[in-house]
């Protein structure tokens, strides 16, 4: 199958150290061109990474004919934007996640990806890890019985002021950024919608920004997910799903590592403490290599598209969900 050509809108870090790597490596990605608004700064990422084409513009980019599809891992509030204009130009999208700060937001996206007849996908890597497919297995195969409990956290310490993640304006904050993990993996084992949510939030008194959140989501049938996330607290990540008859750990559920093995642990309760009963090694993989050759391969026509815009629409109407909880401080229904 003949490679994608693609184009890297911004020399965001998350694209020069994580992804465009990864892409690089993978088997259907040809990483052609990087953009960004200082020319200067795109020719020297061009050069770092052996990147063909540097461009002082987004747009002179997206009138490129040779480029197929775009990576957009602008800052949060540029996601729809600037992918609907990739898609005006008839290029495929990987937008990172959150796409949009409400799910009404990403309406215009929708519309563009149907009319141009693009692939538009959120980049949630974590849904093209094998230890998260065979999470999903043993749940859903009933090894661990009926799941009725998620429990999650996911936590890093930032307090730089200057660092987008803390500037509440442009989708900063702790839900965001990372509690839409918790909430994505969720929906991604269990397989079907949360009907409401209730959360709680403290705010950063000089940012704005959610620094510590916990949710619940109500899944029907006395199935629930709950997660604390924070941007102000030790790093730290685990999901764990509990069954009647066992539970299932997953050691690095996010930032699984591409150099080395990640753990899956079952349980089955006949030991006091946390002794998996058994462990289940997954070889080492790299999500984001995953991810850009899945796309690649749904553009070919080689598979049908894993995750497109209507999946995005139900994701962010939890994340609505959560912030209308925090102002009304009761149950809210999820509304996609």
Known sequence: MEKVKWGIISTALIGTKQVIPAMQRGELCDIVAIASRDL????????????????????????DPEIEAVYNPLPNHL????????????????????????????????????????????????RHH??????????????????????????????????IRNMADIGGGGIYNIGCYPTVTSRFVLGHEPTQVVS???????????????????????????????????????????????????????????????NIYIDDGSKLGDQPQRVEVIPATNQYANQGDRLSEAIRGGTPPAYELEDTVKQAAVLDALFRSEETGTWEQVLA
Not at 83 to 103: R, Y
Not at 231 to 245: A, C, D, H, N, W
């Open 40 to 63: 200067a700064k795109a020719e020297k990422e061009a050069a770092e990474l052996g990147i063909p084409k540097a461009y002082g513009s987004y747009e002179e980019l997206l009138a």
């Open 79 to 126: 996601h729809v934007p600037v992918s609907v204009q990739a898609a005006d130009a008839g290029k495929h999208v990987l937008c990172e996640k959150p796409i949009a700060l409400t799910a009404d937001d990403i309406r215009p996206l929708v519309e563009a990806r149907d009319v141009n007849r693009v692939h538009v996908w959120e980049a949630f890597m974590v």
């Open 130 to 163: 094998p230890q998260w497919e065979r999470v999903r297995d043993l749940v859903q195969s009933g090894e661990i019985g009926e799941v009725r409990a998620v429990q999650g956290f996911f936590s890093y310490y930032n307090d730089n002021p200057d660092n």
């Open 200 to 262: 709680l939030v403290n705010r950063d008194p000089n940012f704005g920004t959610d620094r510590l959140a916990s949710a619940i989501l109500d899944f029907g049938n006395g199935v629930q997910s709950s997660f604390a996330c924070s941007s102000q607290l030790v790093p730290y990540q685990r999901m764990q799903f509990f069954g009647t008859k066992g539970r299932i750990a997953v050691e690095i559920p996010f930032n699984a590592p591409h150099w080395g093995e990640t």
